[in-house]
């Protein structure tokens, strides 16, 4: 599922003046969720490096991970009215592309049927008729973890995910997940490391 936000169809919403700090933000990788927000790295786009030291937007940055005149990835806490939102929410999780643009921003999400249900039901109370939405493959999913992890991590990756692993409060223990695909919990430990230390390299390395 995709949702597309204009500017003008997200005036309302307090996460609408990053357009107005930076040229781009794209999420890259979700480290967690709080009652606070969603705790992610996200790759910034600007005019001036001194725009990182804007501190009244919905962006809180815990730590500049890698920058540059034009680029920075960084671990922030998004702390807009949709990313509490989606913190709240079980079996749903952001992918590539979801990024903000100069005309507003584009969310790609993915999820259990039966979540991805509820999400498109609850956005109708928050966003109303300001957003634009497309299924399946009617959306633009790029599966970038498939291509930078082995099969076997991405299956235990994606099991962590489906399973809740990743959110607040956490939903499973690697135990559970080893029980799932019938293997060890020190396998499903070693291959969730792995992946996630694989995910930031890969997205710290590239900007």
């Known amino acids: 599922m995709q949702i597309s936000i204009t500017a003008e169809q997200g005036s309302m919403l307090p996460g609408v003046q990053l357009l107005s700090v930076y040229q781009r933000v794209e999420f890259l990788y979700a480290i967690g969720k709080s009652a606070r927000g969603m705790h992610c790295l996200v790759s910034i786009d600007y005019d001036d490096v001194e725009r990182l030291e804007v501190g009244d937007t919905t962006m809180e940055i815990l730590e500049v991970i890698k920058k540059s005149d034009t680029n920075a990835v960084c671990e922030v806490l998004l702390t807009g009215t949709l990313a509490k939102f989606f913190a709240t929410q079980k079996n749903v999780w952001w992918v590539s592309p979801s990024h903000t643009h100069p005309h507003g921003m584009t969310l790609t999400i993915r999820g259990t049927r ?17 957003y634009d939405m497309r299924l399946g493959s009617e959306s633009e999913y790029h599966p970038e973890f498939s291509d930078i992890l082995p099969e076997r991590q991405t299956v235990v990756l994606n099991k962590a995910l489906s399973m809740g692993y ?42």
């Open 166 to 207: 990743y959110d607040p409060p956490r939903q499973c223990t690697q135990r559970d997940i080893a029980e799932s695909l019938h293997v060890k919990q020190a396998t499903v430990s070693e291959h969730l490391q792995s992946a996630e230390a694989t995910i930031i390299k890969k997205f710290t390395s590239e900007f």
């Open 114 to 130: 039966d979540s991805l249900r509820e999400v498109r039901n609850a956005l109708e109370n928050i966003l109303f008729d300001g």
